[in-house]
């Protein structure tokens, strides 16, 4: 379902931005703005800069939850939008950020494949 929505050239993004709107999970606020930035990320052109505002939402409810996985998964994401916008410095910071909050939480799993991905940059 998801990559039908990101390979759709015609996809209603005022409907999904309502339904995120419409959310009353909490718990899952910030996942699924990252989920729609990744939408737009993957969309391209002017929609990439619609992402920045997407991800940055999704940090602020994570960190405002104390949802120290979810806020790892978002840094990572906004990891990958700096990558995408050629600033690789700020790639680089939000990889270290993801990095030790997975450190904090335990997913070890992940810190390995993030110190992997920092080796490579």
């Not at 379902?1 to 209603?12: A, F, G, V, Y």
């Not at 931005?17 to 959310?23: A, R, V």
């Not at 120290?68 to 910071?93: C, P, R, W």
Request: aromatic share 8%; hydrophobic share 40%; net charge neutral.
């Amino acid at each position: 379902m998801l990559e039908q929505l990101i390979t759709n050239p015609h996809i209603d993004l005022e409907l999904l931005k309502s339904y995120i709107t419409q959310n009353k999970i909490k718990r899952i606020n910030g996942r699924i703005r990252r989920y729609f930035c990744i939408i737009l990320l993957n969309m391209g052109g002017e929609s990439s800069q619609e992402a920045k505002h997407w991800i940055e939402k999704a940090i602020a409810y994570d960190q405002e939850n104390k949802l120290l996985y979810e806020l790892g998964m978002d840094h990572t994401v906004y990891a990958d939008f700096s990558k995408q916008t050629g600033n690789i410095i700020k790639a680089k910071e939000r990889l270290d950020n993801a990095r030790d909050i997975f450190k904090e939480c335990g997913a070890d799993g992940w810190v390995k494949k993030i110190e992997i991905e920092l080796a490579e940059l």
